[in-house]
């Protein structure tokens, strides 16, 4: 299997995960969890569109500098969503 | 871009991107665009998590899901169809841009029936900031995706495989906005 054909795999397997994983909040799961879940996932098809989607695995050092911004925005992302649930 | 043609070797570090230098700067000024945006929604969801979540639950999750798996195959398609247009396979790679074409037709209409669907339910953009934010970041993610059909289909015309390799940048933008956009919208609860 080429790797953009086993990059299209992971996208589905990942964007179905997260589905999964945001429906887990109804089963008691705490949503701090599930909001790290669906965020690392998030990170993680980004990783994988730029790396071989846009053909970052060409570049290495751009694809790292990208994949260290996507990984702080989505820290930053995460700090908003646990706001609510750390103050309260 | 799966593969880039063949050019000189690279001198700096822009060289090494691969694609046209001014695809990455539209890349990553949308990205800086998107990336506000989602952290305002945020931002302003401190101020009233519980109405938030209310709203959310309006959301069709399984509808939005659909559509990633649609946009992430439609990308899937835009990319293999370079590769096909760098080993000389003109026809092939057409099919596979206009397969792409026809996934952003059915991520439109999918995101169209899920506004009618809010439409009917007499949920606009002041109903709660919420879906201020639901329709702008959703609507301005879809003006994308119809700009990106165009592009689509203006390089499946003139196919030459830079001309493939830009447009499905474009188009490969588009997925990646969405990949952020999704789980944030509707999903963090």
């Known amino acids: 299997m080429n790797p953009l054909t086993r990059a299209w795999l992971a996208l589905l397997l990942l964007s179905g995960g997260s589905t ?4 887990l909040v109804s089963q008691g799961v705490a949503p701090a969890t599930v909001g790290v879940g669906i965020l690392l996932f998030s990170w993680m098809k980004a990783r994988v569109i730029l790396s071989r989607y846009l053909g970052l695995w060409q570049a290495p050092s751009w694809r790292r500098g990208f994949n260290l911004v996507l990984g702080i925005y989505c820290l930053l992302l995460l700090g908003l969503y646990l706001i609510p649930a750390v103050t309260t | 871009m799966a593969r880039t043609p063949a050019r000189a070797e690279p001198h700096g570090a822009l060289d090494e991107l691969p694609g046209e230098l001014l695809m990455w700067v539209l890349i990553i000024s949308e990205l800086l665009v998107f990336g506000a945006g989602l952290a305002a929604f945020l931002g302003v969801r401190l101020t009233d998590p ?18 990633t798996l649609v946009l992430v195959t439609s990308g ?47 949920i606009g953009i002041e109903t709660h900031p919420f879906f201020m934010f639901y329709y702008l970041l959703t609507g301005f993610h879809a003006a994308h995706v119809i700009a990106g059909i165009v592009v689509l289909g203006l390089v499946a015309i003139w196919d030459d495989a830079h001309n493939i390799e830009v447009g499905a940048a474009f188009w490969h933008m588009v997925d990646l906005v969405w990949v952020l956009l999704f789980p944030v919208i509707y999903l963090l609860a």
């Open chain 1, 20 to 23: 999964v994983i945001a429906a």
């Open chain 2, 50 to 67: 519980s109405g938030f979540a209310e709203a959310q639950d309006h959301l069709h999750r399984t509808g939005a899901a659909l559509n």
């Open chain 2, 76 to 122: 899937f398609l835009a990319a293999r169809a370079l590769g096909l247009r760098q080993v000389g396979r003109r026809a092939l790679a057409r099919w596979h841009l206009g397969a792409a074409m026809l996934l952003g037709v059915v991520f439109l209409w999918i995101k169209g029936a899920e506004y009618a669907d809010k439409a009917a339910q007499g």
